[in-house]
């Protein structure tokens, strides 16, 4: 136009700018509102409005809020489409505190949110786990005479689901049908995650059929979530039918679908299929990431397939991925569980040699691969260290170092961390009460273990379960010597 002899007016930048936000060129839009202004127009609420809803499109909150103060100082006022992007600007990058901050603001200067602008916070509220919030908005809009819509339901439900409050996103889900609101593939998805955090396996496979049978068609998604959900409950056929099912209906399953598909293997002990899954991302072109080799390892590290874990390490570092703490600590308890001590701990040293900090369930069992081979100091260096660099033991950490004493014979050092861990307020269970009562039997402290058995009944434990569980023929003799003395 300008080539020709035309000077764009403010319509024109408006048309161009609002084409940019559609595109979600964001700079390009920027830009254009700067050039309008060196050609001597200003811009009115319509063009910053635009520019605002293209920063939106392309995440880039903080720019939008910038354009808002702005477009104020200028003496222009928002209207509700101005804030409603704004709000949406920051609830795609999860700052649900500034959303919560303009909704008001908005009612403050006398403007009348609308369905828009609380589907765009309750969204906010979803990201970042604020379940609460989310059902609070839906009370209020509700209050002022607005309506809620699917996008409303199905955003206060995703709100639970990624705060585990699977029996709020279920009592949603059949209000909205209720009230004669019909879900989508994503209010279904969303429900049938909240059932995958929790456990609730054959809800998830209830919620699947029943949107198949209103015509709805499941997709990745939905049969990831529903894979993830016969994970987490340890139903790894089910898993494995649906992975298959979901194939039969020419859905091709994406990384994160194996690495759930692989998961619900490791907790079924099925390290075979696991690897074959492994193999079968590769062989279908895609990439496994340190998620699918943590899944997978661990699943070696269950069944004691130490030698697998540290080639599965080794080859996902020659695939150009970094381990994390993860990764390290999977394959530190696939060495303890099989008693290879010392690959636990040059493991732990590589890990530190990498700049990452082993968490406590990595420092368990590192401590737990040495009580498995005697090396009581160790196990008891290992404990020092880790208080050293500010982690707190546990009740775990305490019986793995209880248990290294005892398969030492090291009964007055077991007593000692038994005294330890109750004065810091850690409540021993039936294995740390057996790991002691067992080095003092090994040690020919038969009084003492009846002063223990006496203990258990004090402290609420069954001592037939004790027994159970206990070094029997040790115990039994220092019991017989006791009595026969």
């Known amino acids: 136009m300008q080539q020709r002899g035309f000077q764009p007016d403010i319509i024109a930048y408006n048309s161009a700018i609002s084409a940019c936000a559609e595109c979600q060129q964001w700079q390009v839009a920027l830009q254009l509102l700067a050039t309008m202004q060196q050609h001597g127009l200003q811009p009115n609420v319509i063009t910053y409005t635009s520019v605002i809803s293209a920063c939106e499109k392309s995440?880039?909150?903080?720019?939008?809020?910038?354009?808002?103060?702005?477009?104020?100082?200028?003496g222009l006022q928002p209207d509700i489409m101005t804030y409603n992007s704004a709000i949406s600007a920051c609830a795609k990058c999860q700052q649900w505190q500034v959303a919560l901050q303009l909704l008001a603001t908005m009612q403050q200067r006398g403007l009348q949110p609308n369905l828009v602008t609380y589907n765009a916070t309750i969204s906010a509220c979803a990201k970042t786990q604020q379940w609460q919030l989310a059902l609070q908005l839906l009370a209020t809009l509700q209050q002022h005479g607005?309506?809620?819509?699917?996008?409303?339901?199905?955003?206060?439900?995703?709100?639970?689901?990624?705060?585990?409050?699977?029996?709020?996103?279920?009592?949603?889900?059949?209000?909205?049908q209720q009230r004669g609101l019909q879900p989508d593939v994503i209010t279904c998805n969303s429900a049938i995650s909240a059932c995958s955090k929790n456990q609730q396996w054959q809800v998830a496979l209830q919620l699947l059929a029943t949107m198949q049978q209103r015509g709805l068609k499941p997709n990745i998604i939905?049969?990831?979530?529903?894979?993830?959900?016969?994970?987490?409950s340890q139903q790894w056929q089910v898993a494995l039918q649906l992975l298959a099912t979901m194939q039969q209906r020419g859905l091709q399953p994406n990384v994160i679908t194996y690495n759930s598909a692989i998961g619900a293997c490791e907790r079924g002990r099925q390290w075979q299929v696991a690897l074959q899954l492994l193999a079968t991302i590769q062989q279908r072109g895609l990439q496994p990431n340190v998620n699918t080799y943590n899944a997978t390892i661990s699943a070696c590290a269950k069944t004691q397939q130490w030698q697998l874990a540290l080639q599965l390490l080794a080859t996902l570092q020659q695939h150009g991925l970094q381990p994390?703490?993860?990764?390290?600590?999977?394959t530190i308890s696939a060495c303890a569980k099989s008693q290879q001590w010392q690959e636990a701990l040059q493991l732990l040293a590589t890990m530190q040699q990498r700049g990452l900090q082993p968490d406590i369930i990595t420092c368990n069992s590192a401590i737990s691969a040495c009580s498995k081979v005697q090396e009581w100091q160790v196990a008891l260096q290992l404990l020092a260290t880790m208080q050293q660099r500010g982690l707190k033991p546990n009740v775990i950490t305490y019986t793995s170092a209880i248990s290294a004493c005892a398969q030492s014979q090291q009964w007055q050092v077991a007593l000692q961390l038994l005294a330890t861990m109750q004065q810091r307020g850690l409540q021993p269970n039936l294995i740390t009460y057996n790991s002691v009562i067992n080095a003092r039997a090994k040690c020919q402290q038969a009084a003492s273990v009846l002063e223990l058995l006496e203990e258990f009944h004090f402290a609420g434990l069954a001592s037939d379960a004790v027994m159970d569980n206990l070094?029997?023929?040790?115990?039994?003799?220092e019991l017989d010597s006791s009595f026969r003395s």
């Open 222 to 232: 939905t049969y990831t979530s529903a894979i993830s959900a016969c994970g987490k």
């Open 146 to 176: 607005l309506q809620p819509n699917v996008l409303t339901y199905t955003a206060t439900i995703s709100a639970c689901a990624k705060s585990q409050q699977w029996q709020e996103a279920l009592q949603l889900l059949a209000t909205m």
């Open 471 to 477: 070094d029997a023929a040790a115990v039994s003799r």
């Open 59 to 74: 995440r880039q909150w903080q720019v939008a809020l910038q354009l808002l103060a702005t477009m104020q100082q200028r």
């Open 324 to 330: 994390n703490v993860l990764t390290y600590t999977a």
